[in-house]
């Protein structure tokens, strides 16, 4: 093994250029990719905590009399995956508007009567914060007769998780052909590196040496090339974060989200995944070239 | 002639045929080798003896018939067995086939290597064969540093490195001075007193008459009657 590891060190050295290219390729390839997975990490973090804060208005048609209101409410109580209903009478909301309006307030004291509707809060259970089933509780909602409107903030959510799937589709395909790509830069940098040991090559085989031998320097080549760019490449990664989130004003992202960098498990996983993108590249120029 | 039982025989050629395209480059060769032979294959340019050796080592599949070397039958002969065929030989090349970026002891190195040996017994080994080569010197040396005589001298030393049971030598003296020649034929026969076969292709007939030995004759890659090392005609 030693022996290999030294031969293909040697092959690295002696090929520089070559190899340098492919490093660099490696790590570019890495660098998008693992940009990509840490947008997504960030991305699907601040969207979960935002659907765990997702509650459902139930807006009541005027005048409905109190008893029927805690009929209502004992009713919404029970259905399914209901945490907890509060009633927000048509006065508390008034109150919670002027609240909200803070020195502009005064512009509700001219209203003849409060123009908002009797309410209830409904939380939602976590295991049912999802769309569908969050839309199914709506309808249930809605087709109860005192209630005038159920609202629940489902078309900004329905859109932001749209567009974020439309990134995770672009980020897929985009990160797919850099490492396409880059398994057939490596494939071609190992091809360069094997045409100017093809007499070395063949030497080798006249003196006995199996396929296995001489194969095994340029797959620890590749594995070698490959580490060596995902570590530049995370690397890199981890440099325009820190800068990134060292510019961001933390108030914001300590009130809305934190973002956090990758995981060790998901570090490893694409430094891995860069080892194998070397190795792989390797694979497929070797099998075009040794061939019996 | 051919013992039919091939008792004692390491090489056997039966019928052979090898043809480039529409070349024939050799016809019904029928050949026995015997262990610890010491034979010349001879002939004009083109008679068919490089071609001969390289289907001995399966450097070229055969086109027709059958190649038995030490039990080993080539034309069932997978991919992988191929490299276990390869260190029976020890082979010497006109050209030296040396790898010239590395040095002296890597190109001898290899040979042991491949067959997974320590580095300390490699070390030891190379150091012995060199130094029956006279070469312990150049041990560190880049091949292109070295005169043509000391190239084939390494070229023997990394044949012999491996005790291969038999030595195929490609026209080994035809880049050499006389005086070189004589250290290379010296130290062939040398290899084969401590008992393997060696098999030299050359077309130098005075080298023949010098050294002693079987003589297989080829013309148009075909054997003629074997004759004597002294009734070869100059």
Redesign the interface.
Known sequence: MI?YFKRAIKDIL?HRFLSAVTVVTISISILIASAFTLFFINANAIVNSWKKGIRIMVYLKPDIPDIKVTAIQRNIREMKGVKDVRFISKKEALKRLKDQLGRQSSLLDNLKENPLPDAFEIQLMETFQNQDKIEKLAARLGSLKPVDEVEYGQVWLGRFTNILNLFRLTGFAMGSLFLVATVLIVANTIRLVFYSRQ??V?????????DG?IKAPFYIEGLIQGALGGIIGLGALFVLFMFISSNMGRELTSSLFTIRFLSWETFLGIWGCSMFVGWIGCFVSLKQFLK? | MIDPQGKGSIIRLFHVHKNYGAVKALSDVTVDISKNDFLFITGPSGAGKTSLLKLLYYGEPVSEGQVLIDGMNLSRISHKRIPMLRRKFGIVFQDYKLIPTKTVFDNIAIVLETIGKKRRFIEKKIRSVLRTVGMENSIHSLPPTLSGGEQQRIAVARAIVGDPKIILADEPTGNLDEDSATVILDLLKKFHTRGATVIIATHDKELIRKTGGRVIYLKQGRILPIIPPQNVRQ
């Open positions: 022996i002696e007499k070395d063949e030497i080798m085989r006249l003196v006995g040496a199996t031998f019996p």
